[in-house]
């Protein structure tokens, strides 16, 4: 069975067994409703947007069906097999890295949750458990940076990393400085969101979405 998941004048289908997106969908309270269709707003002006944590593919759909060129990353392989499933049944193309994104290139360990089902959510380099209960497995996995990717234009990037947040802003500081994308970046706590900041001085906080998304844009 899919789930159809709207985004402004743009909607997704994903696939729902496992999907944790799916099965925390309500008709009372919509997915992250107003930051998707923040971000359908963005991305239809075209050019390349990034979906950084894609999980299963859901900002980067809604990406593509805008007209922009998409660039998504997500360290977990069952997630990259079902990220492929759903552009397969969205009809969208996206360039998709079975990679984590922080501030240095090279071989990174996450945690991940081995109790939830299939599609675990919560997977981060920085917590030290994972989504319900205590335990964490550890899963080796290649990092990269946005700065490395030598992009000459960029609209706008997401970022949902459990608190790594920080960290792939600090590996895309030229890339903001350069091209100035909009961002919607996941923020969990006041030490986070201090930390964000620092990262990002020269942006500003426009709008906080669904109560834990920030919406930022270059001073």
């Given amino acids: 069975m899919t789930l159809e998941i709207k985004a402004g004048p743009v909607s997704a289908n994903l696939i729902e067994q496992d999907d944790w997106i799916c099965l925390s969908n309500r008709p009372s309270i919509p997915y992250e409703v107003e930051s998707l269709v923040k971000w359908a707003e963005i991305c239809a002006v075209g050019g390349t ?89 550890l899963l080796n996995v290649h990092s990269m940076t946005i700065d490395s990717l030598g992009l000459d234009q960029c609209t706008a990037i997401k970022i949902d990393v459990e608190r790594g947040e920080p960290m792939v802003l600090a590996g895309a500081r030229n890339t ?34 669904d109560m834990r998304n920030w919406l930022m844009v270059p001073k």
């Avoid at 944590?53 to 998409?70: E, H, M, N, P, R």
């Avoid at 984590?100 to 996450?110: L, M, Q």
């Avoid at 961002?183 to 706590?189: A, H, Q, R, Y």
């Fill in 49 to 137: 947007a990034i979906d950084i944590g894609a999980y299963t593919g859901l900002f980067s759909i809604i990406a593509a069906k805008q007209g922009c060129c998409v660039i998504a990353f997500e360290p977990m392989p069952t997630h990259v097999a079902r990220c492929w499933d759903n552009f397969r049944l969205n009809n969208v193309e996206v360039e998709i890295y079975n990679a984590c994104v922080s501030d240095a290139v090279g071989e990174a360990v996450i945690k991940f949750n081995p109790n939830a089902p299939y599609l675990t959510y919560g997977a981060s380099l920085i917590r030290s458990t994972c989504g319900a209960g205590n335990e964490s497995k």
């Fill in 176 to 209: 903001l400085e350069r091209l100035k994308p909009v961002l919607i970046v996941e923020v969990i706590g006041e030490e986070e969101k201090a930390a964000v900041r620092t990262a990002v001085p020269d942006y500003d906080v426009a709008a906080e979405l």
